[in-house]
């Protein structure tokens, strides 16, 4: 589990994903309904109206919207544009536990302790449905994402599908059949007249009260957690035929198909993957569990020490997950996102699924290489070896000592269509990589060096200070990280060479003449020399995601929604922002070629012009500089400050038109 972002907060209820902005919503216990940025770790804003505990919050999928509901029996309909609740809905007579909107028409799904479920339609502001049948409180209900249909969990120790296609004919769309069938069959003429919604199943297989219920995003399947500390599977028959087989589908309608077992509290709640066969859940016994749909066994269970959770929820696009509990709430990934690469020259080896690839940035041909063997784990990083044109791929167990790398040769002839899946050699090992034309290194669980050939026979240990992790640092060198320091060190002569004092080195980027490096720390860009002698550091306050060096000195790099600059001088700034975060892998000029989340290589446009001015400055290209200052789209007060407190004030003159400002200027000169 990969924390992205915490919160220190009474306890969530209720969470929220924007399908869009990098927001969420949290509910409270305290009434509150918290507004976080989760990127930039900021609280936007809060919303206090509700009487005592927020249980239910939902974003709307368009409308700048979002509803919630609460213990004080009211659903509020809030315009977060506008910060103001715009309207109340009420009608239910106890706590209200879930509210969400449909996801195409005007409507609020609410459960309640009331042991009803209502749909309100928040265009006309009334109620349009009451589904009675729960025997006592309804803790959850959700709509069904593509069909006519709500499932709803309830204290009663049932899950219940509903039918709402009655509803959607008689109140918003001609539906499937279109506006002729519509009108053949309108609804007065209907005798009975036509039920709003009607059960459609009724799930009975939990020993206590259900809390949590939810359709499978594509599949025929409902997952639901309950009291008596299980999350059952369930599918319902998708058939729609009523010819003989009409009577055995009418009996085995929907059927639980399994159990997964494994929580020792009350079950809070329990989700799909939105992409994966997956199941999360999360539990008044401390922990979020993630189970293998297929095989119904827990793979991961990550725990807290004295908080019980309440609730969990996915990103309907992103890998992001987000779960409440008694003292906050944590925003996480399941896995890395971050593309294994390896530069050489213009081409850019990458691995995409289950395959290497190969693109030329030049002509921006992308083939696949060759197959690799399949591993449980996506690849975590790759070293690359030009001389001998063979390659290290190294994954990450969940349990660090399980590490393996695999060393592959390539194959000679490419086959694009249908690459060659060459034999690897598996050994294991935390981190492998390239120390000479025929010698790697590899950090083995016991965090000791050893230097292995091309065979991947061990030709001889090394003894290192205590370290982590390694870096490439060239020929017959590495970088050994520790928690607070890296430190270089000559493998040949087995001495350490310098040392610079940095929080946590994630990763290294040397520049092509390997005379400057830059170290990543989470929050922490350090520049340095070939000695580790500290030139500069950047400190920001989102993520420092990835680098690459600029032809002429400037490191550029990413943040989780920037892509930014350094010079050496220590000077940096802002290049443009970014809508999801990217891994740069080489900047020629105005053109970034970078890969995205997906794998999928980017080529975007930059604008150096800034960088390139301030580079001028200091290297005292003045010709360039007045070159720029007269041609250039450089204006701005950022400039003209820039260039005054750096001591050019007659630099800064060419900008300003201002009689004043150009005064005070001329009288600095």
């Not at 030049?362 to 001389?387: F, I, K």
């Not at 350490?496 to 929080?503: A, D, F, N």
């Not at 995601?545 to 220590?570: P, R």
Request: glycine residues 6%; proline residues 4%.
């Amino acid at each position: 589990m990969l924390t992205k972002f915490e919160t220190k907060s009474p306890r969530v209820k209720g969470l929220s994903f924007h399908p869009a902005r990098p927001w969420i919503l949290a509910s409270l216990h305290n009434g509150v309904i918290q507004l976080w940025d989760y990127r930039m770790c900021t609280l936007l804003d809060k919303f206090d109206e509700h009487d005592g505990p927020v249980r239910g919050v939902d974003f709307h999928k368009q409308q700048p919207l979002f509803v919630s509901g609460g213990d004080d029996y009211k659903i509020k309909v809030w315009n977060y544009k506008q910060r103001r609740c715009i309207f109340t809905l009420l009608g239910h007579l106890d706590y209200i536990r879930t509210t969400v909107f449909h996801h195409e028409y005007p409507w609020i799904l609410s459960a309640s302790d009331d042991q009803t479920v209502r749909i309100w339609n928040w265009q006309s502001r009334n109620c349009i449905s009451v589904l009675t049948g729960h025997n006592h409180y309804v803790m959850c209900a959700q709509f069904h994402p593509t069909e006519d249909m709500v499932v709803s969990a309830s204290l009663d120790q049932t899950v219940r599908v509903w039918d709402i296609s009655g509803l959607r004919k008689k109140s918003v769309a001609p539906g499937p059949g279109g506006l002729d069938d519509h009108m053949k069959n309108p609804g007065t003429t209907d005798l009975f007249g036509q039920a709003d919604a009607v059960v459609k199943h009724v799930l009975e297989g939990h020993d206590r009260g259900v809390n949590w219920a939810n359709f499978h995003p594509t599949m025929p399947l409902i997952v639901s957690g309950a009291d008596d500390r299980q999350i059952k599977l369930w599918r319902m028959n998708d058939n729609k035929s009523h010819g003989l087989g009409g009577v055995h589908s009418a009996l085995r309608d929907a059927w639980e198909v399994d159990t997964c077992r494994g929580h020792y509290n009350n079950v809070s709640c329990a989700i799909f993957h939105p992409r994966q066969e997956l199941i999360l859940s999360n539990s008044e016994d401390k922990s979020i569990r993630v189970w293998d749909m297929s095989k119904r066994t827990c793979l991961h269970t990550f725990r807290r020490e004295h908080d019980r959770f309440w609730v969990i929820a996915g990103h309907p696009t992103l890998n992001l997950f987000a779960a409440g509990h008694d003292a906050g709430m944590v925003i996480f990934k399941l896995e890395r996102e971050r593309p294994a690469h390896a530069l050489a020259g213009n081409l850019l080896y990458y691995v995409k699924e289950k395959y290497l690839r190969k693109l030329d940035l030049t002509t921006s041909r992308d083939t696949a290489v060759m197959q690799l063997r399949a591993g449980r784990s996506p690849v975590y990083s790759m070293s690359y070896n030009q001389a001998e044109n063979a390659v290290l791929l190294c994954t990450r167990a969940a349990n660090a000592e399980n590490s393996t790398y695999d060393l592959y040769a390539m194959p000679k002839e490419e086959n694009s269509s249908n690459p060659d899946a060459p034999e690897g050699k598996r050994s294991s090992g935390l981190t492998a990589i390239w120390v000479a034309r025929n010698r790697f290194a590899v950090l083995d669980k016991s965090h000791s060096l050893v230097i292995k050939n091309l065979k991947n026979e061990v030709t001889k240990k090394v003894t290192i200070p205590n370290c982590d992790e390694i870096f490439y640092a060239g020929t017959g060198m590495l970088l050994l990280r520790d928690t607070d320091a890296v430190t270089l060190f000559d493998v040949q002569q087995k001495r350490s060479l310098g040392q610079v004092k940095i929080p946590k080195c994630r990763y290294v980027v040397w520049s092509a003449d390997m005379a400057t490096v830059a170290l990543l720390s989470k929050h922490v860009v350090t520049i340095a020399t070939r000695k580790l002698e500290v030139l500069c550091s950047v400190h920001e306050n989102t993520r420092v995601k990835s680098g690459t060096w600029d032809d002429s000195g400037v490191f550029v790099y990413t943040t989780s929604n920037h892509i930014k600059y350094a010079i050496t001088n220590g000077d940096h700034g802002i290049i443009r922002t970014l809508d999801l975060p990217v891994y740069l892998t080489r900047i020629k000029g105005a053109q970034v070629f970078c890969l995205d989340r997906e794998c999928k290589p980017r080529v975007l446009t930059i604008d150096p012009t800034e960088y390139r001015f301030k580079l001028a400055l200091v290297n005292r290209k003045y010709e360039e500089v007045l070159h720029m200052v007269r041609n250039a789209k450089l204006v701005g007060q950022s400039i003209i400050a820039y260039l005054q407190q750096k001591g050019y004030p007659e630099v800064a003159l060419h900008f300003v038109k201002d009689e004043k400002t150009r005064f005070g200027l001329a009288l600095e000169c």
